[in-house]
């Protein structure tokens, strides 16, 4: 038993001295969860997609082409999906910032108006594509009314086009800007509104000098998550657009080629999509890094 026991120390001590420790094994099942989820589908994903009609990557030539067998104008969806997802996003973010600002010490009434403003989140993009539907389409309720009011002499084209897809991207990607911004706004220190206003900064001076540049770092995250989630749209853009043409984005390329067993071009699309998305963000945190240099902490106290 002594014998045992001294081996067992042994080799105790033999783990700890390589590193590892109990937390190093905690991490362990996110790791294997990681590698069987994400690292090995992009890997075969990635191989797929070299295997196109000739080999190579005759199916990204196809794409930028317009050569894919069940989609003749797949290099235009690229910047469709992109003319949606940048302004979403911009969007989002432009009407996020002031109302984060505005709540984040703690306004009368702010866990309701957070409540009301989740709802978007909650009922999913299908059910808010069917209201928008029943609301803004040629017989929705909008037009009915303006046509009774006698503002308008014909029903307005709200939706089957560009702009029923990124209204009903910006109302399900409001939410999520909101709450991301909410809680970056409020991490930023009082103490120093406080302290500039002593010094006699007034509040826009205040903003712009003090606040602006602690809230960048969230803005720049928060732009780059919502650009992301538009950019995989998919159901808006079903029920709300035009597949014909105007609002065929690249999930429905991807979508289109896959159901028809072109395994290759569909998976050529999915790369194509997170490289264009890589991109952008590469963009978006470069221009990041040129306006704003200091700790990415919120300036919290």
Not at 188 to 194: A, G, V, W, Y
Not at 228 to 248: C, E, I, M, Q, Y
Not at 250 to 258: F, G, I, N, R, T
Request: proline share 5%; with cysteine.
């Amino acid at each position: 038993m002594t014998t045992s026991a001294a081996e067992r120390r042994d080799l105790g001590s033999w783990i700890r001295a390589r590193g590892y420790t109990p937390t190093v094994w905690l991490v362990l099942p996110g790791v294997l969860f990681m590698v069987v989820f994400f690292i090995y589908p992009v890997i075969y994903g990635l191989n797929l997609s070299f295997q196109g009609r000739s080999g190579g990557i005759s199916a990204y030539l196809d794409f930028f082409t317009n050569q894919f067998p069940h989609d003749s104008g797949s290099f235009q969806t690229l910047w469709t999906t992109l003319a949606l997802a940048l302004p979403s996003a911009l969007i989002c973010l432009v009407l996020a910032v002031p109302i984060a600002w505005r709540l984040r010490r703690g306004v009368r009434g702010v866990r309701v108006l957070t409540a009301i403003v989740m709802i978007p989140m909650t009922l999913g993009s299908v059910f808010v594509a069917e209201a928008l539907n029943t609301l803004l389409g040629p017989a929705g309720w909008l037009n009915r009314l303006l046509l009774m009011l006698n503002l308008i002499h014909e029903p307005l084209r709200l939706t089957g086009n560009f702009t029923g897809v990124l209204i009903a991207l910006v109302l399900t990607g409001f939410p999520f800007s909101f709450l991301l911004m909410l809680g970056f706004a409020a991490g930023i220190d009082p103490s120093l509104d406080r302290a500039a206003s002593i010094l006699g900064a007034g509040p826009t001076q205040r903003f712009w000098r003090i606040d602006l540049p602690l809230l960048l770092p969230g803005i720049t995250i928060t732009f780059a998550l919502s650009f992301v989630l538009a950019f995989a749209v998919f159901p808006s853009a079903t029920l709300l657009g035009n597949d014909a043409g105007p609002t065929r984005v690249l999930s429905k390329v991807a979508y289109q080629e896959y159901s028809n067993g072109n395994y290759a071009n569909a998976s050529a699309t999915a790369v194509i999509m997170a490289v264009a998305q890589l991109i952008v963000l590469a963009i978006v945190f470069l221009i990041r890094g040129r306006l704003y240099r200091g700790s990415t902490a919120g300036g919290k106290g």
